[in-house]
Every structure is written in structure tokens, then in C-alpha cells.
């Protein structure tokens, strides 16, 4: 399952974590001993591919937004994980509005290029909070 969207208040955009409230619900995707491991999608792969607003620097460890891996991992564990899915890197274009076209080109291509790989792809540790 890919996730394409633009981090959007540090999170999914509210119609994206609706569709996760309605999809992923309660007796269907997770409960008892459905969780994690144990998921109804275990074996099946998940990706988040978003955008960002502002430059990579932004987004590291002390930057000033503040790291990246800290602000997806509520979704990658939170939900994707949460009901099974083994979670791939993130494909991050961040400040795409500041490319010009041959970046956009470039980075497309590269994308492109993963897409056709994706399954040789080993999932990353999301960790435990």
C-alpha cells in the first residue's frame, strides 16, 4: 500500500487519517490478538511518499522542524504497523514547490526507478515509543 501525500500539520492530511478511521476499524483490522506480528495485512508492505514545505535541513534532529523519522513514526507504527504492515523507507520530496523542473524530472525518475524494485525492498525499524 503506497500513501501519497503532502505532511500536512506534521501528520496526514484529514481526509487521508478519516479514510484511516473508517477503514481500519476496530474487529476488522485489529483487535484481540490482531495486532502488529499478528495483523491481518502482516506480509504485505506499506509506504509513505509525501512532500514537505520546507527543505530537507529543516527536518533532522534539532532542526526547525524537527526530525523527520520522529515526526512519521506515529503513522508508520501508530497505523501502518500497528495492523500489520511491514513498513518500507519513506519516498520524501521535501520543498518540491522550490524545484525547478529538472529536479522535479530527476527525482521522478528515481522514484520510478525504486517503484520497480519495491518488492526486493526490506522493511525499516520504526521502533517502539
Known amino acids: ?4 501525500f ?8 484529514g481526509i487521508l487519517k478519516g479514510w484511516v478511521d473508517r477503514v481500519f476499524a476496530m474487529g476488522r483490522t485489529y483487535g484481540g490478538d490482531k495486532l502488529y506480528a499478528n495483523g491481518v495485512f502482516r506480509d504485505k508492505k506499506a509506504l ?7 527543505p530537507a535541513p529543516a527536518y533532522v ?6 526530525d523527520i523519522d520522529a ?9 501502518l504497523q500497528f495492523v500489520g504492515f511491514d513498513v518500507l523507507a519513506p519516498q520524501i520530496i521535501y520543498g518540491p514547490v522550490r524545484m525547478d523542473d529538472a529536479q522535479r524530472k530527476d527525482f521522478l ?21
Open 1 to 4: 500500500m503506497i500513501w501519497q
Open 109 to 129: 525518475a528515481a522514484y520510478a526507478e525504486r517503484l520497480k524494485r519495491i518488492e526486493s525492498e526490506r522493511p525499516i525499524d520504526v521502533g517502539i515509543y
Open 48 to 54: 509513505l511518499s509525501l512532500t514537505t514545505g520546507g
Open 71 to 79: 515526526i512519521l513514526r506515529p503513522i508508520q507504527r501508530g497505523m
Open 6 to 13: 503532502p505532511l500536512w500539520w506534521f501528520g496526514l492530511p
Open 61 to 66: 534532529k534539532g532542526g526547525f522542524q524537527g
